[in-house]
């Protein structure tokens, strides 16, 4: 499978615990935003997303915040389990008014569990 | 329900020759995206297909590589003659309608190494 280790910045949690994984984003147009956990040899997949007109929504131990003001996207994972090791990517795009559908990815964070 | 699926998972060529990726979305998809890793970078979006129409090719690199998606089902993305750069993993995702939320549905992708 794919190298998940290709110079990404990694996050190191205890089992257990709860992590955070922040992305940056640069286009002030983008309006959607999606969050994807990768394992090693699959394609990513999809775990939560956030419209603009939003700057928080929850899921099942997953968390998205957003703020606009700084173009800022947090992932929070609670109570991490071994199965969360992956890598996380965030993703935009500009959903509304006709843009464009290409997703616009960020670099992705390694997040490791540690037993 | 059957994902997005990619053959094959993984091809080797020489530079020069040419190499043959194929998707199949999920059934009923009608927006088809493509999208690649290179080493050591983030996952870039090469085109869409809205049914057998390109939809948006802004990301194509060059024109050594060629998608079709006749009849609006499956895809194909053809890199003629291949270069060492353009080794990395290609992804295909698909999505039932434009613009919707809940995000792009990816398959596990096509590792190419061109040597």
């Known amino acids: 499978g794919e190298s998940v280790g290709l110079h990404l910045p990694t996050l190191s949690v205890q089992e257990g615990d709860n992590s955070i994984i922040n992305c940056a984003y640069s286009?002030?147009?983008?309006?959607?935003f999606i969050w994807y956990k990768q394992e090693s040899g699959k394609g990513p997949q999809f775990i939560i997303d956030?419209?603009?007109?939003?700057d928080k929504r929850q899921g099942q131990r997953v968390t998205v915040l957003l703020n606009k003001t700084v173009k800022h996207l947090s992932l929070q994972i609670a109570a991490t389990q071994p199965g969360d090791s992956a890598v996380y990517f965030c993703?935009?795009?500009?959903?509304?008014?006709?843009?464009?559908?290409?997703?616009?990815f960020g670099k992705g964070t390694h997040l490791i569990i540690q037993p | 329900e059957a994902g997005v699926t990619q053959f094959p998972s993984h091809s080797v060529i020489e530079k020069g020759q040419t190499v043959t990726l194929r998707c199949d979305p999920i059934?009923?998809?009608?927006?088809l995206y493509w999208y690649r890793r290179v080493m050591g970078k983030e996952i870039k979006f090469l085109l869409h297909?809205?049914?057998?129409?390109?939809?948006?090719e802004s990301g194509m690199p060059n024109n050594r590589f060629l998608a079709e998606r006749t009849g609006g089902t499956y895809s194909t993305l053809k890199v003629q003659p291949a270069e060492l750069e353009d080794s990395g993993v290609y992804f295909c995702?698909?999505?039932?309608?434009?613009?919707?939320?809940?995000?792009?549905?990816f398959g596990p992708g096509t590792r190419l190494t061109v040597t």
């Open positions: 286009n002030s147009a983008s309006d959607y």
């Open positions: 993703a935009e795009n500009i959903n509304s008014g006709g843009g464009a559908d290409g997703l616009t």
């Open positions: 956030i419209r603009s007109n939003m």
């Open positions: 059934s009923g998809h009608d927006n």
């Open positions: 297909f809205v049914k057998e129409s390109k939809q948006d």
């Open positions: 995702a698909s999505s039932q309608v434009r613009g919707a939320t809940g995000g792009q549905y």
